[in-house]
């Protein structure tokens, strides 16, 4: 399960953010940095969606793939920018989660989407719609077991694709 990040952080201000003697703003855990409205909509679509949060990986346009318990310092950045993640670094993370003989499915933007595609190209994405009518598929797989059941059916049918030989 992977779920985008968001451009909605916790302030430095924030008592979650402390700073270390020199300074230097502290690590949050990344499942509590992103605190913006769409972020926690595809997180609680993640939570129902998966057994527990060890299964549930954060796309970062910084860091690119992370766990949810990973520390990560407040920071700025966004796909558009020139030094985010790339689809090969990313796909070398994948490597490392094995999401390559895994099924997976992914709830995000279309931005986070072209960079994660090319890395896991089994990846379900069962989104559409602008940011609202996301938010609302994410409400309806969160309260719905069938919808929930046919989404994993779906990633389940991607892997078997992608593992055929030509």
């Not at 451009?7 to 700073?19: D, G, T």
């Not at 994410?138 to 990633?155: D, F, G, I, N, S």
Request: net charge positive.
């Amino acid at each position: 399960m992977i779920i985008s990040c968001g451009s909605r952080k916790l302030e430095p201000r924030a008592a979650a953010v402390v700073r270390a003697d020199d300074g230097n703003l502290q690590a949050v855990p990344a499942g509590k940095l992103y605190i913006g409205h769409y972020h926690r909509s595809l997180r609680g679509a993640a939570d129902a969606l998966t057994s527990s949060p060890a299964q549930i990986l954060i796309a970062s346009a910084l860091h690119g793939l992370v766990t949810v318990s990973q520390p990560l310092v407040p920071y700025e950045m966004t796909m558009d920018h020139p030094a985010s993640v790339t689809s090969n670094h990313l796909r070398q993370q994948a490597d490392a989660f094995g999401l390559h003989g895994a099924e997976v499915i992914f709830l995000g933007g279309k931005r986070y989407a072209q960079r994660l595609l090319p890395a896991i190209p089994h990846c379900l994405r069962p989104l559409h719609g602008g940011m609202g009518t996301q938010r609302g598929q994410c409400r309806a797989v969160a309260e719905q077991p069938e919808l929930r059941r046919q989404w994993w059916e779906e990633a389940a049918a991607l892997l078997r694709d992608h593992r055929r030989p030509d």
